[in-house]
């Protein structure tokens, strides 16, 4: 093979060198794009020349500053950001530690209904992790519960942003692979919820087999909010259900695209943090309190009673959103340029001539992919992988046959939930967890480590059953699309 046959491996190694020296991730793929396009220029002009990189800024510009797909991201995030700091997620949790109260290991599954009611609003992994984390971490360790379940609950459950919809990660998917944001949110509810579901599962059953990793609460835990449960569940489970409802809702009954939803979304979140932090307290409503254990709370609770108090809780989650865009669409930037520059020097025809050479047939083809990002998850983030991964092997998948298992239209859909499963795993998997460096950031001294490896494990077996069963059972992702949009 000459050196310019080869250029595309080594963009790839150096973005593999690179990644590990601590650079921000941006600024690594947009150097490595440039400095290959040189590299290219100099070493064969029919591969590169100086008019390509005028192609660069209007690439860059149409793919993602004029895409209003992804103009819906902005508003997921501040979403999230909104239920955190106005403290409706942590009366959540409140409420739903109180309704399991009676149930094996009822603290670990009130985390993970909470997680999957966050995945519903947002997709923001960091901010769920953190903030379950920071809000029932520490109410666990006081009840005694096992450190490894603990940590392997909030960092499993944080992870499931990434799959239910609205999910920040299918929206990229959807616009990288040129297909319905809606039918990859309605794909991913039954697999999303399914795994859920496994969670659950395996918590009650553990618990249940050994009682001594989740104790139950004291006897003497009551509520202490006047009106009792059925105020609570009013208060505090009702309102953020309902702004799941009317996010979703809108999606799947045909009445707003998901950038649109994303809208309603972000005014529920205002329209909810409104009422919590403001109307409430004037109206003399009492925050919610127990008698027989110390509440759920956040290390910094939101000001109420004060409209002024409001408003800065607002610039703060405007702030943080901000930020996080700018973090995330400065990735797009790297990774478009990335992308293109490969293309442009041959990466997608080396990537298909290596797959071909192995003689592998369909199934062999989308089994070796998944563990490549199986195994890519144990070293970079799932934005990384999802802008790198899926533009080169995109080609390849369409051009699979898995024969009357799955309907040629329903195969790119099949194959982004797939990712989306498996991503999920990228999260967990040391040494670059990324759940993990955020739960252990905030968790409690006594949390170490070895606790959240250890922690963790049954819930990436479980996450790769979820995989496995969407891979031998496509309608799990494909029937529901198939019932409501069709």
């Given at each position: 093979m000459t050196f310019a046959e080869i250029?595309?491996?080594?963009?790839?190694?150096?973005?593999?060198?690179?990644?590990?020296?601590?650079?921000?991730?941006?600024?690594?793929?947009?150097?490595?794009?440039?400095?290959?396009?040189?590299?290219?220029?100099?070493?064969?002009?029919w591969l590169f020349d100086w008019p390509q990189f005028n192609?660069?800024?209007?690439?860059?510009?149409?793919?993602?500053?004029?895409?209003?797909?992804?103009?819906?991201?902005?508003m997921f995030i501040f979403m999230g950001t909104m239920l955190e700091k106005s403290g409706i997620a942590k009366d959540l949790l409140n409420c739903l530690q109180y309704l399991l109260r009676r149930v094996p290991g009822g603290l670990a599954l009130s985390v993970v209904m909470m997680g999957t009611i966050l995945a519903a609003t947002t997709g923001i992994i960091g901010a769920s992790v953190v903030m379950m984390s920071l809000l029932a971490l520490p109410v666990m360790m006081q009840k005694n519960y096992s450190p490894a379940l603990s940590s392997g609950t909030i960092a499993a459950s944080g992870t499931l942003g990434i799959l239910i919809p609205p999910s920040i990660m299918l929206v990229i998917m959807a616009d990288l692979l040129s297909k319905s944001v809606g039918n990859l949110f309605v794909a991913a509810i039954i697999p999303g919820f399914m795994l859920a579901g496994f969670y659950m599962i395996y918590i009650v059953t553990?618990?249940?087999?050994?009682?001594?990793?989740?104790?139950?609460?004291?006897?003497?835990?009551?509520?202490?909010?006047?009106?009792?449960?059925?105020?609570?569940?009013?208060?505090?489970?009702?309102?953020?259900?309902?702004?799941?409802?009317?996010?979703?809702?809108?999606?799947?009954?045909?009445?707003?695209t998901p950038t649109e939803a994303a809208s309603v979304g972000a005014a529920g979140a205002i329209l909810l943090g409104l009422l919590n932090l403001v109307i409430l307290p004037k109206l003399g409503v009492q925050e919610m309190s127990f008698d027989g254990t110390e509440n759920i709370d956040t290390e910094e609770p939101a000001e109420r009673g004060s409209f002024l108090g409001f408003v800065r809780v607002v610039w703060d989650v405007?702030?943080?959103s901000a930020l996080t865009n700018a973090m995330i669409f400065g990735i797009f930037i790297g990774a478009t340029l990335f992308s293109y520059v490969f293309r442009q020097i041959g990466g997608e025809e080396v990537v298909i001539h290596i797959f071909d050479s192995w003689g592998l047939d369909s199934w062999g083809i989308l089994i070796a992919l998944m563990m490549l990002v199986f195994c890519l998850g144990f070293f970079f983030d799932w934005i990384e992988i999802t802008l790198i991964v899926l533009p080169v092997f995109a080609p390849i998948i369409a051009k699979l046959d898995f024969g009357d298992h799955v309907a040629a239209v329903d195969m790119v859909y099949w194959f982004a939930i797939l990712m989306a499963i498996n991503l999920q795993t990228s999260f967990l998997t040391p040494p670059f967890g990324f759940a993990l460096f955020y739960l252990k950031a905030v968790a409690p001294p006594e949390i170490k480590i070895q606790n959240i490896y250890k922690g963790i494990i049954p819930f990436v077996i479980l996450q790769l059953i979820g995989l496995a069963l969407v891979m031998r059972f496509p309608e799990l992702a494909m029937w529901l699309p198939r019932v409501l949009l069709n």
């Open positions: 250029l595309p491996l080594l963009m790839f190694l150096a973005l593999a060198v690179f990644l590990f020296s601590g650079f921000p991730v941006a600024f690594i793929l947009g150097g490595i794009g440039l400095s290959f396009a040189f590299i290219a220029i100099l070493v064969d002009p192609a660069i800024p209007a690439r860059v510009y149409g793919s993602i500053a004029e895409n209003l797909i992804l103009t819906a991201i902005p553990i618990c249940w087999l050994k009682p001594e990793l989740a104790p139950k609460l004291d006897k003497d835990f009551k509520l202490n909010v006047r009106g009792g449960t059925a105020v609570m569940v009013l208060r505090s489970f009702v309102p953020p259900v309902l702004l799941i409802t009317m996010v979703l809702g809108s999606i799947l009954g045909g009445l707003a405007v702030q943080r």
